[in-house]
């Protein structure tokens, strides 16, 4: 993958969404902050373990490189990040990486993703060279079921379409189409995917080691499930309705 095209160093905003990760954010946050020109926008969803008043903490140790948002509405990843993203790209940056808080995705990777030639960089569990670390079979073979659902139904050709963890173009961001964005769980990952392809971005994916949640509970309900698998037949329709500048 071609990881020489932006020049270096980048201005980078780093969405972190957090539900409860109290142990993980304060080991996370000075990984991320390593790297010159990042800074970090925690969205925190009224955490009841504390993660809203250790991101505050954080925030003061680390002047001017974090922002809190405190969300008071309905709960939910995509929910979350349909509110980051836009006030994130209209902030002063060149690009716009979102992860997960619980420690599975490396923060090594950010400055490569974020310099690489592509409107959005995917971090890929499936690609050449990625792999995964302490994360159970079924685990395993469900995500690789979600992605073939994914590519089959909305052409998408990104060998991991689920995965959280990227790195957009500001310029991406904001072709997005975010009055239509409606996803309020993690279909909101898919959802975003294909409207970067809808508006004729180009998508590129980078090998990272996924390591499974080593503290904290996971989020993924049946209702956030449901809404995994028929988020891409609603997207489907409504590119049916509206065709694609282009597929990616
Ligand atoms: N703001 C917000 N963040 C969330 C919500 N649900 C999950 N997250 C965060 O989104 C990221 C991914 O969620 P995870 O719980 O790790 O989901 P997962 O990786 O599929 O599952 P596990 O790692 O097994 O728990 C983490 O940083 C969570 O804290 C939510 O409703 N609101
Ligand atoms: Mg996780």
């Given at each position: 993958m071609p990881t020489a095209g932006r020049p270096h160093p980048t201005r980078a905003l780093v969405i972190l969404p957090t539900l409860n990760e109290a142990k993980n954010l304060p080991l996370l946050v000075p990984r991320i902050l390593e790297h010159a020109g990042f800074r970090i926008m925690i969205v925190d969803d009224?955490?009841?373990?504390g993660t809203g008043d250790v991101a505050d903490a954080l925030a003061a140790q680390y002047p001017g490189r974090i922002e809190v948002m405190h969300r008071t509405g309905k709960r939910g990843l995509g929910l979350s990040y349909a509110e980051a993203f836009p006030k994130a790209a209209a902030a002063e940056v060149d690009v716009i990486c979102q992860m997960d808080a619980?420690?599975?995705?490396?923060?090594?990777?950010l400055p490569a993703m974020a310099a690489a030639d592509f409107d959005v960089v995917i971090g890929s569990r499936?690609?050449?060279g990625a792999a995964l670390e302490n994360f159970p079979g079924y685990r395993a073979a469900l995500s690789r079921g979600a992605n073939t659902y994914v590519r089959i139904i909305t052409?998408?050709?990104?060998?991991?379409?689920?995965?959280g963890y990227r790195c957009w173009r500001r310029s991406a961001v904001r072709q997005i189409r975010w009055d239509r964005?409606?996803?309020?769980?993690?279909?909101f990952l898919v959802e975003t995917l294909c409207e970067a392809a809808q508006a004729g971005c180009s998508i590129g994916e980078t090998p990272v080691l996924f390591v499974g949640r080593q503290h904290g509970a996971s989020k993924l309900t049946a209702r956030v499930f449901r809404e995994s698998l028929i988020v891409p037949w609603r997207v489907l329709m409504r590119f049916r309705r509206h065709p694609p500048q282009s597929a990616k």
């Amino acid at each position: 993958m071609p990881t020489a095209g932006r020049p270096h160093p980048t201005r980078a905003l780093v969405i972190l969404p957090t539900l409860n990760e109290a142990k993980n954010l304060p080991l996370l946050v000075p990984r991320i902050l390593e790297h010159a020109g990042f800074r970090i926008m925690i969205v925190d969803d009224r955490s009841t373990d504390g993660t809203g008043d250790v991101a505050d903490a954080l925030a003061a140790q680390y002047p001017g490189r974090i922002e809190v948002m405190h969300r008071t509405g309905k709960r939910g990843l995509g929910l979350s990040y349909a509110e980051a993203f836009p006030k994130a790209a209209a902030a002063e940056v060149d690009v716009i990486c979102q992860m997960d808080a619980d420690l599975s995705h490396d923060p090594q990777y950010l400055p490569a993703m974020a310099a690489a030639d592509f409107d959005v960089v995917i971090g890929s569990r499936y690609a050449e060279g990625a792999a995964l670390e302490n994360f159970p079979g079924y685990r395993a073979a469900l995500s690789r079921g979600a992605n073939t659902y994914v590519r089959i139904i909305t052409g998408l050709r990104a060998r991991d379409c689920t995965s959280g963890y990227r790195c957009w173009r500001r310029s991406a961001v904001r072709q997005i189409r975010w009055d239509r964005v409606g996803a309020e769980g993690f279909a909101f990952l898919v959802e975003t995917l294909c409207e970067a392809a809808q508006a004729g971005c180009s998508i590129g994916e980078t090998p990272v080691l996924f390591v499974g949640r080593q503290h904290g509970a996971s989020k993924l309900t049946a209702r956030v499930f449901r809404e995994s698998l028929i988020v891409p037949w609603r997207v489907l329709m409504r590119f049916r309705r509206h065709p694609p500048q282009s597929a990616k």
